[in-house]
């Protein structure tokens, strides 16, 4: 085949590069329907029921994007954001929790999460966050 010659496209597939969620929760269930609509929306999701869990499996150089759960045992929401920085993490964090005080939403973004949903919220909160963040840190 000379240079000029050009490669028929038609059978050819771009590769997918899937987009990385890690998902921290101590309740199943939450881990279980949130990695579900994730991953029917094309992301690859690990999930984890302690941070401690996630800082032995995950490498500081991951990326992608976290949703944490506030209340856990061991770390809590805002220890684990914390650690994430010490360590190194660049993965931009999203809060979750069901906990109804109002402090706990600028608690958490002066901690460093790029957002904050109640539980329980509508799938396309949740996904439209997580499009927003992924793009933001893809354009960085």
């Known amino acids: 085949m000379n240079k000029t010659e050009e490669l028929p496209l038609k059978n050819y597939k771009m590769p997918v590069v899937k987009k990385q969620i890690y998902i921290l929760d101590d309740d199943v269930s939450v881990l279980r329907s949130l990695k579900l609509l994730l991953v029917s929306y094309g992301f690859a999701v690990n999930t984890f029921s302690?941070?401690?869990e996630f800082f032995?499996?995950?490498?500081?150089?991951a990326e992608g994007c976290m949703i944490l759960d506030i209340h856990m045992p061991g770390l809590n929401g805002w220890d684990t954001q914390k650690r994430l920085k010490k360590a190194g993490y660049s993965l931009p964090v999203i809060v979750i929790t069901a906990d109804k005080d109002d402090r706990f939403k600028e608690k958490s973004l002066k901690a460093g999460a790029v957002g904050f949903l109640l539980k329980p919220f509508e799938d396309h909160y949740l996904l439209h966050m997580v499009n927003r963040v992924l793009d933001m840190?893809?354009?960085n």
Not at 56 to 61: C, I, M
């Open 137 to 139: 840190t893809a354009v």
């Open 56 to 61: 032995n499996e995950v490498p500081n150089s």
């Open 50 to 52: 302690t941070a401690e």
